[in-house]
């Protein structure tokens, strides 16, 4: 088979599962959230989430009907052939997960606020690049919803307040958003590089899995010192009050300028949606994320 | 914490008995509405035109959903809530006029819909964001689509729906507001979070 014709077979599954099918890490984490939470209206909602997890899957259908803003993560093997194709090809999976999955039409001109009707347009779906030696292609997809992206937030902070200043942005942020990005959130945080790169690594740490801390012992504690605060402002599940705000905290970063600390915090809403799948230079598939596939 | 479970049209008497972290179970008529909607259903009112269908009693959600057209019938695919709080410049207004007696959606209202449901009789149902499926699930038909030149999200569905919920009274017809009640609780854990954390505020 042409690869042109694998990556739009495995982009339109990928699109597919990624919006029927939570990650496993996701739903372990949904359900300990349920068993551990002490608020009544925090557990009813919790609950409310798993049965819909559930119901998704029995019905094969979208888990939340915002089917989001269609990102692709590409790692492309320095070896590939055809790299110029994948944009063309993950753009027509995109506009047949659209028709045939269903997926909601997410996408509109900024200037006309007309709809394209299939989640394309311009620059969309968007593709983030990486080059990697060998031969063969990672391909990951996140269907980001808008609730959540809507409380993204990015800031230049004090060089001098270090690592305090960036606690005060996270947990600031967070109390910001409340109810508004459907909680319980995984919180990516981005730091350094400059504005742009500290929201593209932010938004980036969303794809680790919850039950993959850190591999940097030290940043590992910091995550897990941002979770047990975002985790004591009481917000809860969808702001009803609970003790369940964050499933997760990802921290990723690159260095800074001596003049400035870019500092980003990415939410991802508890419909937590991504799915990844790799191919090998035969055009063999394996599906990394949803591997009942 | 108590669960009701009602009918529509639903009486002011019955929606006054709702208390906030209720939790309420809806059967029979609702309608979705967005901002659009809204904004079109008032203007209907100011011109002392009818709306499509009157909605004294009933249920409003804040909800764009996916429909699919089989034949001539149309399948709820997905119908989650959507962010309630760019309704809150409509919602007095409708509540007023319309007599609805539950707002349903996500992320709560403000204290203009508050005083409005304290007065006219009405109670805002938290419904769990994201959580499309189980909405759709509990819609039993689609009943007619109204205003369907808004587009797919913006138009007006009339949906019969069987047991729709959880969803948990966040606005009572009494002035409380758990949205509201929580933020202060927020603002509050907020200072020991900084202490935690070794900043100062
Ligand atoms: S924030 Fe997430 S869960 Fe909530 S409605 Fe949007 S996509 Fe769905």
């Known amino acids: 088979m042409e690869t042109a014709n694998i990556v739009e077979k495995v982009g339109f599954n990928l699109l597919k599962q990624a919006v029927i099918y939570l990650p496993e890490d996701v739903k372990h984490a949904l359900q300990k959230a ?260 | 914490m108590a669960v009701y479970k009602f009918k529509t049209p639903i009486s002011e008497e019955e929606i006054r008995k709702l208390k906030v972290n209720d939790v309420l179970y809806i059967t029979g008529t609702m309608v979705t509405a967005r901002d659009q909607a809204h904004r079109r259903a008032l203007e209907h009112f100011k011109q002392g035109k009818a709306l499509p269908i009157s909605l004294e009693g009933l249920a409003v959600f804040h909800c764009g959903p996916v429909m699919k057209k089989e034949g001539e019938k149309w399948i709820p695919v997905a119908a989650g809530p959507t962010t309630s709080t760019r309704m809150d410049i409509f919602e007095d207004e409708f509540i007023k006029n319309f007599k609805v007696r539950v707002i349903i959606g996500k992320g709560g209202m403000g204290r203009r819909t508050t005083e409005a449901m304290a007065k006219y009789g009405a109670v805002y149902g938290a419904f769990t964001g994201g959580a499309a499926v189980l909405a759709a699930k509990a819609i039993r038909s689609v009943r007619t689509v109204e205003w369907f030149d808004l587009g797919m999200p913006e138009a007006m569905w009339v949906l019969e729906v069987e047991e729709f919920g959880p969803l948990a009274i966040a606005i009572d017809s009494h002035g409380n507001n758990l949205f509201m009640e929580v933020q202060k609780k927020v603002e509050e854990n907020k200072q020991r979070i900084y202490q935690k954390l070794g900043l100062s505020p």
Not at chain 1, 59 to 79: L, R
Not at chain 1, 80 to 108: F, M, W
Not at chain 1, 110 to 127: E, V
Request: aromatic share 6%; glycine share 10%.
């Open chain 1, 34 to 293: 349920y068993a551990e939470e002490t608020s009544e209206a925090g557990k009813t909602q919790l609950k409310a989430i798993l049965d819909n997890v559930e119901l998704a899957e029995r019905h094969q259908a979208p888990i939340c009907q915002d089917t989001g803003t269609i990102i692709f993560y590409v790692k492309a093997g320095a070896g590939v052939k055809n790299l110029d194709k994948i944009e063309e090809t993950l753009t027509k999976a995109t506009r047949r997960a659209t028709v045939e999955v269903p997926l909601r039409p997410n996408s509109v001109n900024p200037f006309t606020q007309k709809n394209s009707g299939d989640n394309t347009g311009r620059l969309i779906p968007y593709i983030n690049w990486e080059i990697v030696s060998g031969d063969s292609i990672e391909l990951t997809v996140m269907p980001k919803g808008g609730g959540s992206e809507n409380v993204c937030i990015s800031g230049m902070l004090v060089p001098g307040e270090g690592i305090k200043g960036l606690k005060k942005f996270v947990v600031d942020a967070v109390i910001r958003a409340g109810a508004k990005p459907c909680p319980p959130n995984i919180l990516g945080i981005g730091i350094g590089g400059g504005a742009d790169i500290s929201i593209k690594l932010a938004k980036k740490a969303l794809l680790r899995p919850l039950n993959e801390p850190n591999p940097d012992p030290e940043i590992a504690e910091l995550e897990k010192e941002i979770f047990e605060a975002v985790n004591m402002t009481g917000i809860g599940p969808m702001g009803l009050g609970g003790k369940t705000t964050a499933l997760g905290v990802h921290i990723d970063y690159a260095y800074r300028h001596p003049a400035s600390y870019p500092a980003a915090v990415a939410f991802q809403c508890w419909a937590a949606r991504r799915a990844t799948a790799r191919i090998n230079s035969a055009g063999k598939v394996e599906y990394l994320t949803h591997r009942m596939w």
